[in-house]
């Protein structure tokens, strides 16, 4: 699918990017005529069909997103669309994302994924 430059520029115009290029961004809406984050994935309708914001974001960034993946959050915050906290992945690859932030008591909006814990037990294996 191939998103218009117009729909691309009404999107990001649509996303709060204030907190600086590490920070996580987040959808806003407008509602009672004021704008605001929206806390839950925002659905976007571009002339292409309709697309979760997040999902807009990563393909935007890096291109269609193959159709047995689905968006990884390294940030653990789903509503996101910063693309340099999106991965493509596996719903497996999802569920040890989360059971790795649990296990590690990592709250939402710190970079982590499943393999960053393993990369991160290795080295304080060596270190021993």
């Given amino acids: 699918m191939i998103i218009s430059e117009e729909d691309a520029a009404r999107f ?10 590490d920070a996580c961004w987040y959808p806003t809406i407008q509602r ?6 929206s ?3 925002a659905t976007i309708n571009t002339q292409s069909g309709s697309y979760m914001s997040h999902k ?3 393909i935007l960034a890096y291109g269609e997103l193959p159709s047995d993946m689905i968006i990884r959050h390294r940030c ?6 910063n693309p340099t906290h999106l991965r493509a992945g596996t ?6 994302d989360d ?5 590690r008591g990592i709250p939402p909006g710190v970079l982590f994924t499943y393999e960053d814990e393993a990369m991160t037990e290795r080295e304080q294996e060596t270190k021993k």
């Fill in 56 to 58: 807009l974001a990563y």
């Fill in 99 to 103: 059971a790795a932030r649990k296990r």
């Fill in 39 to 41: 806390f839950t994935p």
């Fill in 76 to 81: 653990g915050n789903g509503n996101c669309c």
């Fill in 32 to 37: 009672y005529g004021r704008i605001r984050h």
């Fill in 12 to 21: 990001w115009a649509r996303v709060d990017r204030s907190g600086g290029p």
């Fill in 91 to 96: 719903h497996r690859e999802n569920r040890l």
